[in-house]
């Protein structure tokens, strides 16, 4: 089975500044999808950005870029320019080709210091 | 184009009640997928429907159902409610073949 590992439970970071959070996840296929997810406290889950494992290319949205190392099994989230806004829960989310299911870690809080 | 709708918002229930729950997805998605996060446990996978049919189950006993409907609309339905059974259920939709999910903004459950 799909494992998803999150290390950081919390991160803090100065508004403004860089923030990377780290995901690594277990997986014996070669196709798939990987997602970070944001909830913030109104517990909207809402999607930051997805990478599809084919592509060799860092998927990039605005302020939020991945750094995907499919060798390494390793998918970290860098945003840019921290906001207040960028306050919540982050889950980094793993999802076989054809497969509905979407297997996430457990998370990793972050609070942005004004 | 409206995102995920789900319905109640909130919901407080005695243990042994049954409880069901609703789900419209986004216009046009026709998978619906719902999950159970609580604190101690996560996000979990409960199942999936694709029209009509449950196509993927989570490790959840019978108690915990669903069903779709000809429109897409899904609901879950939990019988005999427990204690554990709390949590914020999620429910998310997407196109047919297509990978990234959309979130509704849950049904807190209460058990009591």
């Known amino acids: 089975a799909q494992t998803v590992t999150q290390s950081q439970p919390e991160m803090s970071v100065q508004e403004a500044e860089t923030v990377t959070l780290s995901c690594t996840y277990d997986t014996s296929e070669s196709d798939y999808y990987l997602f970070w997810y944001k909830q913030p406290p109104s517990r909207q889950m809402i999607l930051v950005i997805r990478?599809?494992?084919?592509?060799?290319q860092n998927a990039t949205e605005n302020r939020f870029s991945v750094n995907f190392q499919k060798a390494a099994k390793s998918f970290s989230l860098k945003i840019s320019d921290s906001q207040l806004g960028d306050a919540a829960m982050y889950f980094c989310?793993?999802?076989?080709?054809?497969?509905?299911?979407?297997?996430f870690g457990t998370g990793t809080r972050l609070t942005i210091i004004p | 184009k409206a995102g995920v709708t789900q319905t109640p918002r909130y919901l407080i229930k005695t243990r042994g009640q049954q409880v069901t729950l609703s789900c419209s997805p986004i216009?046009?998605?026709?998978?619906v997928s719902w999950y159970q996060q609580t604190p101690g446990q996560g996000l979990q996978f409960l199942f999936e429907?694709?029209?009509?049919?449950?196509?993927n189950k989570g490790n959840f006993p019978g108690r915990f159902s669903g069903r779709q409907f000809s429109n897409s609309r899904s609901e879950m339905n939990v019988s005999t409610l427990e204690l554990g059974d709390s949590a914020l259920y999620l429910c998310a939709s997407s196109l047919v073949n297509e990978a990234t999910q959309y979130f509704g903004p849950g049904t807190r459950l209460t058990v009591l």
């Open positions: 216009s046009g998605h026709r998978s």
């Open positions: 429907y694709f029209s009509e049919t449950q196509r």
């Open positions: 990478q599809e494992a084919y592509k060799q």
């Open positions: 989310a793993y999802n076989d080709l054809g497969d509905e299911k979407l297997t």
